[in-house]
Every structure is written in C-alpha cells, then in structure tokens.
C-alpha cells in the first residue's frame, strides 16, 4: 500500500518538505493542509513592499500557487484548518472529515506575540507574520491620514517596519523594553551602530522600557510606555513570535521549555518523553539544540526552517538524517547597513555561564581604490580556550556570507589563533589582504 503522508501547515518549512518529498518520492500519497489560501507565500520577503524597495509588490512574493502542487498529484488543501491530531489512531480532523497518515509532519509555525497590555484590539493596531496581516498592515502604513506611529519592540522586524513607516513620511517611535536594539542578536556596542543609524534617518527610541498600553476609543489615539505618553493613529507590534504549538500539544505532544515542540536528532516528537517514530515537526513551531550552548532554542528563521525540512523529508522516505545543532546565522539590511550574526552574543554568554573574550575592528570592506568602498565592523567573541562562540558584523557592504563562512569556524571548533594563521582568499573587490577578521582575532588575542 502507498505510504500517506500528511503535512499541516505550508510556510517554509512545510513547502520545503514538501518540495524535497517531491523530488525524491516514489509512490508516497502526500497531503498538505493550510489555513491561509495562498500555497507558499515569501514571508522573509515581506520588508521589500513595506518599505516599497525593489518595485515589488505582495503579490511578487506568491511563491506557488496550490495548483502547481496539485498538477504533481499533491492534494493540496488550502483554507483549511486542521482540528485535532489523534496520534493514537494516526489521524487528523480537518474540515469536517478525518485523514488517516502513516507518516505525520507538523509544520505549523508561529504566532505573533501580543503582549498583554491593554488596547491590542484597536483599530490600527497591526502585525506582520504573514501575507494577511501583512497587507492590512500595508494599508495602515500607505494611509495619508495616519501621520504618527509607534512601532512596539526594536527587533529585526520591528526595525524594518519603522524605516516602511518612515519611507510613508510617518513620525516614527520604536519602543524596546530591553536596554539595546536587536538584544537577541546584538551586542550593546554593535546595537548602538543601527541605533544612530535610525537616528541620523529621523526614527526616534524609547528604550529600556515596555510599552504599557494602546490608548484610545475605538482605534489607537497613542501608546504608553511607563511614564511617558506618544500620541499614535497606528501601532505596529513586533514583540517577537510565540511557537504556535495549540494543535500539537492538545495532542499530547511534549512541549519545551521555550514553549516549541521538542524535537530529537531526527526531527521526530515526543510524547510523555518517548519518540514518536512516525510524527516529525519543523519550523518556527519546534526547540532545537543551540551549537554553542547545547541548550534548547527557537531558531525561528526561515534558513533553519528549510534545513530542518530536509532531514524531515528524507527521514519521512525512511532516511536516517539528523538535524545538527544550529548556530542561527541570521542577515537582514536595515537603512542602508548590512548585519549578520552567528552564534552568541555577549549577554546569551553570561546566562550560560560562558566568559568571552572579544576582538573588535572597524575598517574598509574592501580595497580602498575602489569607488565607494564602506566601512566593515566586525566584532567576534571567543570563549576563555580561545574557541570561536559568536560574531556579529554590521557593513553598508554585503556581509552575510562573512558569516557563514564564520558558521563553519565556529562549528568546527576552529580558536583564534588557527583562524589567524591560516591564509584567506584575499579578492580585492570583496575583502582586505589584511582583513577585518584579522584585526579583530588580533584584537582578542591581545586578551587572552
Ligand atoms: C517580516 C519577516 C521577515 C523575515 N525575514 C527573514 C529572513 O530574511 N531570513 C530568514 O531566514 N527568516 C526570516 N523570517 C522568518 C521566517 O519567515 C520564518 O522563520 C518562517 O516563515 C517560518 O516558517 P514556518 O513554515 O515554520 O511557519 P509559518 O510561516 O508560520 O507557517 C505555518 C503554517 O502552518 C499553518 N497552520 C498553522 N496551524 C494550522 C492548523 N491548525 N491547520 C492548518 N494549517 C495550520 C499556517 O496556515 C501556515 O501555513 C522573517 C519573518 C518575517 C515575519
């Protein structure tokens, strides 16, 4: 009999098992069910029509449509929610009618975080997760009316919804509870760099405490941050995203300490503490194991969500892959500067009891004859035996695949001193003879 395989969620990561189980099937039924309509929408993509770059649009970010999918004899089911998951029968409740699989993959996401304070229900309070908040959002941002806006939380999406807001000749406020932009990628000093960055474009902060309510009859008249009071006519919450784990965890599937569906080396769940051996779950709704802390983590990013689709779809084809513990290499632009991370930052180092010792530098990206070269910092954290923990670089020139190639350093244990002496590809176009990376390993060895 055809082994039935069913899907519930089709972001990143459910496309891309799908995608993979496309390529490498033999006579599997496969089965995919998604609340929104659309087959797979480019979340990561969301920015460029907010901010109204590049000429795209939302509708360029349709990445397929459902019949693309049912053309290679999917049945793809879209507007659909699933209900329940019985993972004693090997069956789903989905519109009415039940679905029994041999093999199940829970892929079902994230949920923006709403914080609780009062006036989240006003009108022009908006989100941005995915292609149906986004546009209401796009609308809020494009209405001439609306002149101030207060942007709730100061984290890559946050950022990037304040320059959109800007781009609309908005007035422009970010609230971030934390001491520093970007706190869970960046370190204070790097932070700093953006935040002057946003200033010197005519975004203004408040930072160092919580917004702690929307203010108005009906629809957002302001927003309170502790003692002061910013007037506002749309407020854009960007408090991070929750795992949305409701369906799996009224099945009995054991969940995390971060609140994600705990996964083991194959991706496979866990119920009272034992693997399932034919439910997977990937994506934004899983914890998976930090390569720096070996502690549990919520990558949340759709390069981990595409990785980790892999190995569900080989193993799903009775492979036998194992998802490697993840270093969340993470890019993203903000007005004009290019920041990459991988690894720990400083603070994510103290809660783990690990001392670092970090190497800074600044200079040009790249030879200095050529037009328009910009300024590179790069800032890399070492622990005490010298390994490789973390680095972040903020650049206006390209930086993330700086950051892969870091990634690999620090995945192989690679210490300063062995980064130091080995020779480098020197491009003139791309990088120094002697590089950034060097002077900021010089720097930490200066510590050790
Ligand atoms: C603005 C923005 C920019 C981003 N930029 C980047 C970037 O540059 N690089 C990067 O790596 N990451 C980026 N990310 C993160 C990335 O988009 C997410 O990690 C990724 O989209 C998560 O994919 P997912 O498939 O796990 O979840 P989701 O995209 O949340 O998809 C979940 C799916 O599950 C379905 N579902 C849930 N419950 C049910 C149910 N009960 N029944 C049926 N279907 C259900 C939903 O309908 C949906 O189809 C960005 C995110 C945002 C919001």
Known sequence: MEKRIVIIGAGVAGNNV?????ENRKDEKITVLKKE????????????????VHGLTLKNLVLKEAKAYVDQGVDFRTSIEVTGINLDENSIDAGGEKLNYDVLVIATGKKPFIPEISGTELEGVCTISNEIDAELTEKAIKDEKKKNAVVIGGGMIGLGAAIALLNKNKKVTVIEKNSHLMPAILDPDMS???KDRLEEIGIKFIIDKPATSINGNGKVEGVTAVDEEIQADIAILTAGVSPNVDLARNAGVDIGELGGIVTGPGLHVKRNGKYLSNVYAAGDCIE????????SMLCQMGSAGAAEAKVVADNTLGGSSVFEPCFAPTSIPVAGLNIATVGITSSKAAEYGIQVIEGKATKIARSGYFPGVKNITLKMLFDTTGRLVGAQAISGEPVAERMNTLMYAIKNGMNAKEMLYMPRVFDASVALLVDVTINAITDALKKM
């Not at 998976?288 to 070996?294: E, F, L």
């Open 192 to 194: 700093a760099l953006v």
């Open 288 to 295: 998976i194991i930090d390569g720096v802390t070996n502690r």
């Open 18 to 22: 799908l995608l993979f189980l496309l």
């Open 37 to 52: 309509e659309i087959a797979y929408f480019s979340t990561c993509g969301i920015m460029y029509p907010l901010q109204e």
